[in-house]
């Protein structure tokens, strides 16, 4: 990866900047709901409108789906119409809609949720648009450092775990929307002033068509990279969405003594916001020790450590109820192993697609979020169905199997035919 010094004298900066601040946001909205779902879930209870267990999870699984899904939408439109149009228009639906559950505080609806989730898709989908914008002003020497910048956004869902439920505590859930609202109104309107598209004699714009999206998809690669992705992102948002549901149904007395201890904290929700936030942590700040280790060792070597890992540490949370700093330190390294399978993936994905990589970064990214919907869909099931969450995090593991399983199947084929001339490890 090229040095930060190396940015000096090229691209814009500016935009590089506010590129940043655009995904950084963006990230933490979309993921608002996780740390917020059990307070949300007992207003709307104390107002007539109890929610099981697999209508929580569909409330947190919506933003990641949509998410998903929009990356490809927008992805369109930074081809038609350029970055900053589709980054502004998008960042209105999100303001709009964290504006509207604010005002409707604690007379909303969870129908009325969803449709807020769904806005809040548009967020999610700013990967899209921030990695292009900032990737258009560089040459392809500095793009790992500027799409590293760029792309330094996803802890968001860090700070979300921290500062939420607190600001829950003190003014009410619907408190975090307005915040929500008024930090993306301000990081909108820098972003209108500092970000610029890049012109024509820096970057020349070479839209996508359906049948490029199509011809892709008919490669088996594309899919084996979209089951991995689905694997490794899916598992890192869908676990951090619903982090904080699952301590509060699982270590609600052990954390108010905790919270009572040692952090002289004692409302619970606050702590449990805490410990998803160390745990998730781990993986948002991990992604680059992969892509570094499946540089060294390569990337099919590096998934099958950190695939590996994942499944026994997921398996060893379905067989039994751990105590709990175990729990959390068994969390942690599950999410410190799939943010640097993430890295590892995206190691392999531009020695695969070098010429297609806008293209397969949409498709491979809609996987990952479709991949998180299943995980979340899948823990509400369990929960709701049995009562515990063994049987969800036994169907992750199998699934985490089944990925080691198409590594075994392929890198034979891929160190033979295009690993060898990739010029990277495989």
């Known amino acids: 990866m090229a040095s930060f010094k190396a940015l000096k004298g090229q691209g814009d900066a500016k935009t590089l900047f506010a590129a940043f601040l655009y995904f950084d946001m963006s990230f933490m909205v979309w993921t608002m709901l996780g740390p917020l779902a059990t307070e949300i879930a007992h207003s709307l209870a104390a107002h007539g409108e109890a929610l099981d267990q697999n209508q929580i999870a569909t409330l947190l699984a919506i933003p990641i789906l949509s998410g998903a899904l929009l990356r490809i939408v927008l992805g369109f439109f930074v081809d038609k119409v350029g970055p900053k149009k589709t980054a502004i228009t998008s960042q209105i639906i999100v303001i709009a809609s964290l504006f509207y559950a604010y005002g409707r505080g604690e007379s909303i609806t969870y129908n009325e949720l969803l449709l807020v989730a769904l806005g809040l898709g548009f967020a999610g989908a700013s990967f899209a648009v921030a990695l292009p914008q900032a990737g258009q002003w560089y040459p392809p020497k500095l793009q790992g450092v500027v ?8 802890i968001g869902v860090v700070l979300d775990f921290i500062f939420a439920p607190k600001i829950a505590e003190l003014w009410g859930w619907e408190a975090v929307f307005l915040a929500g609202g008024i930090l993306s109104t301000v990081v909108l309107i820098a972003y209108i002033f500092l970000a610029k598209d890049a012109p024509r004699s820096v970057y020349t714009p070479r839209p996508k068509k359906l049948v490029d999206y199509w011809k892709l998809l008919k490669d088996r690669d594309s899919w084996w990279f979209m089951l991995f992705y689905a694997v490794s992102f899916g598992g890192f948002v869908g676990f951090a969405n619903y982090m904080k549901v699952y301590l509060m ?21 606050v702590i449990a916001g805490y410990f998803g936030a160390l745990t998730i942590f781990a993986g948002a700040v991990l992604r680059p020790v992969g892509g570094g280790v499946a540089d060294k060792i390569g990337g099919v070597k590096s998934l099958y450590i950190f695939f590996g890992a994942v499944a026994a540490l997921v398996a060893l949370m379905g067989v039994t109820k751990l105590p709990f700093f ?12 799939l943010g640097m399978a993430n890295g590892a993936v995206f190691q392999l994905v531009p020695q695969r697609f070098g010429k297609d990589i806008g293209i397969m970064t949409g498709l491979i990214g809609a996987a990952g979020g479709i991949g998180g919907t299943f995980l979340v869909k899948t823990l509400g099931w369990a929960k709701e169905s049995f009562n515990s969450y063994s049987v969800g995090f036994f169907i992750f593991a199998a699934l985490v199997l089944l990925a080691i399983g198409a590594i075994s199947l392929v890198k034979t084929r891929w160190r033979t035919t295009w690993g060898a001339k990739a010029g990277g490890m495989i």
């Open 147 to 154: 799409l590293g910048i760029a792309g330094a956004g996803n």
């Open 249 to 269: 149904n699982t270590y609600q007395a052990e954390m108010a003594t905790v919270g009572a201890s040692i952090f002289h904290e004692p409302n619970v929700q």
């Open 326 to 337: 175990m729990a959390i330190a068994v969390l942690f390294l599950i999410m410190a192993a």
